[in-house]
């Protein structure tokens, strides 16, 4: 058991509840006097009462957005499990500060404010603006022959995450899409959703960055090497000690978001693989907070579904994608709003003098 991250997790979630169940009759009760066949919008009208009950029933518009991207390295790169070096993590982190990624374009587009948070870049940034500094370390040790991180490195990231939660709600933020860049963390969230779901390492690894069939062969090795090292001895593992054996900073740090974004009651967006391996090993922590998730998207990794499917949550969209940086989930934004605002604007048969259906 790691006590010192327990600790900090318990501390987190102390006063952490589902999603009020009274608040989400009264949101489908009001969706069924809308101008419209009951149930004709389909998904818009499960996200409008997901979030009537998040945030039991303050959902004031516009939205006050934020995207949150979280950047380490990983030790686990050493084995050659990406098509890109370990430096592209450093020099991504660097196009994000100068607006030139996607996740910027979309973030601009949709009006949502983007922070870009160093947990464990392999790289010193010295004082560079625009850059949130809490790295832990310089990227994770290999995990393929010890733990990513110890226990105090692990309840310091999952803190990071915290605390960015904590200065989202004091900047009034209400919703919040969450993503990533961390070079080798597609072998890390594969190693993950394997000791969560049971999955084989065959179905729970993907391609990540576009590897060739070759060295997606010795992905797929490694990841269930890291297995055997970790878990062959534990069927069911601790939460805490998946993350600490086989996660990455960032992973941390987004556990840490998630948990304490649901215990102030924020509308969460998930991104793709690597942020919803965060989010399912919260929701192993709290399980209560399942209920503040959405799920923007489901990317290209096999391991995405499986553990969409763990979580039981359904993509907002399927676009194909498996870019990472938080993308998809600021592309679900306007999905979003557009529920919420059917919800507070559209008129009731009574309000509109519309004759409702016979039963």
Same mark, same amino acid.
């Given at each position: ?38 149930? #004709? ?29 979280? +950047?380490?390295?990983?030790? /686990? ?5 990406? %098509? ?16 030139? +990624? !996607?996740?910027?374009?979309? &973030? ?14 392999? %790289? ?5 603006? *625009? ?5 832990? @370390? ?9 733990? %990513? ?7 310091? +990231? ?7 939660? @904590?200065?989202?709600? &004091? #900047? ?10 961390? /070079? ?17 390492? $065959?179905? @729970? ?45 960032? /992973?941390? !740090?987004? @556990? *840490? ?19 919803? !391996? !965060? %989010?399912?090993?919260?929701? $192993? ?52 709003? +557009? ?7 559209? &008129?009731?048969?009574?309000? &509109? ?7």
């Amino acid at each position: 058991m790691n006590s010192l991250s327990k600790q900090q997790v318990d501390q987190i979630i102390q006063d952490l509840t589902p999603p009020n169940e009274h608040w989400q009759q009264k949101a489908r009760a009001h969706l069924d006097t809308l101008t419209k066949p009951l149930g #004709s919008l389909g998904r818009l009208e499960d996200i409008a009462a997901q979030i009537v009950a998040i945030r039991q029933g303050e959902i004031t518009e516009p939205l006050n957005k934020g995207v949150y991207v979280f +950047a380490s390295d990983h030790g /686990i790169t050493a084995e050659g499990v990406s %098509a890109y070096p370990r430096e592209v993590t450093y020099q991504m982190v660097l196009n994000f500060l100068r607006q030139g +990624a !996607a996740v910027n374009v979309l &973030a601009n587009l949709h009006q949502a404010e983007l922070h870009v948070i160093d947990v464990g870049v392999d %790289a010193d940034f010295q004082d560079i603006p *625009g850059l949130l500094h809490h790295k832990v @370390a310089n990227g994770t040790c290999n995990m393929l022959h010890e733990p %990513a991180m110890s226990d105090e490195h692990l309840a310091q +990231a999952i803190e990071v995450g915290a605390k960015i939660a @904590a200065n989202a709600v &004091a #900047s009034g933020k209400t919703i919040i899409a969450i993503g990533e860049m961390g /070079i080798g963390n597609t072998t890390s969230a594969s190693a993950i959703t394997c000791a969560l779901t049971g999955a084989s390492p $065959s179905l @729970a690894t993907g391609r990540g960055t576009g590897v060739s069939p070759e060295a997606f062969t010795h992905k797929v090795s490694i990841v269930e090497a890291v297995g055997l090292k970790h878990f062959s001895g534990a069927p069911n593992p601790l939460p805490l000690d998946v993350l600490r054996c086989v996660g990455g900073f960032e /992973i941390a !740090a987004m @556990a *840490g978001m998630v948990l304490a974004a649901a215990n102030h009651k924020l509308i969460i967006i998930i991104d793709g693989f690597i942020s919803t !391996a !965060a %989010a399912a090993l919260a929701v $192993s922590l709290a399980p209560a907070t399942q209920g503040y998730l959405i799920a923007g998207h489901q990317s290209e990794e096999p391991g995405h579904k499986l553990l969409l499917d763990h979580l039981n949550l359904k993509p907002v969209l399927t676009l194909n994608m498996r870019l990472g940086e938080g993308s998809g989930a600021v592309l679900a934004m306007p999905v979003v709003e +557009a529920a919420i605002a059917i919800y507070n604007q559209m &008129a009731t048969f009574t309000s &509109a003098g519309v004759s409702e259906a016979s039963s």
